[in-house]
Nanobody, 124 residues
Framework: VQLQASGGGLVQPGGFLRLACSAS????????IGWLRQTPGKQRGGVAC????????YYADSVTGRFTISRDNDKNTVYLQMSNLKPEDTAIYYC??????????????????WGKGTQVTVSS
């Protein structure tokens, strides 16, 4: 199983970025896929996730209305479109999958496969 994240970088406040996560090697369906982030000194938390079976979505309150998660099934890729970025969005963003619905969608505890993080820095 491999999750390959890309698209991070440095952007000014108010700017936008699109992260991409390419998934490969899965032999079983998973419950959810999406993005979590971590800043120094803070616990890693869910940003945006998609439910694989029912089309449900999760967005953290802090990103609702600014971030959009989507997927391209033909490319096995999930995207996170981030707009109106704020300095507090600065973090390492991780793509991850959640195998079962025993935990809420997008919960850190529920994730079982992780990609390498990609740094997003919002600064003027």
């Amino acid at each position: 199983v491999q999750l390959q994240a890309s698209g991070g970088g440095l952007v000014q406040p108010g700017g936008f970025l699109r992260l991409a996560c390419s998934a490969s090697g899965f032999t079983e369906d998973y419950y959810g896929i999406g993005w979590l982030r971590q800043t120094p000194g803070k616990q890693r938390g869910g940003v945006a996730c998609l439910g694989n079976f029912d089309g449900s979505t999760y967005y953290a309150d802090s990103v609702t209305g600014r971030f959009t998660i989507s997927r391209d099934n033909d490319k096995n890729t999930v995207y996170l479109q981030m707009s109106n970025l704020k300095p507090e969005d600065t973090a390492i963003y991780y793509c991850a999958t959640q195998a079962y619905d025993s935990q809420p969608l997008c919960s850190d505890e529920g994730m079982n496969y992780w990609g390498k993080g990609t740094q997003v820095t919002v600064s003027s």
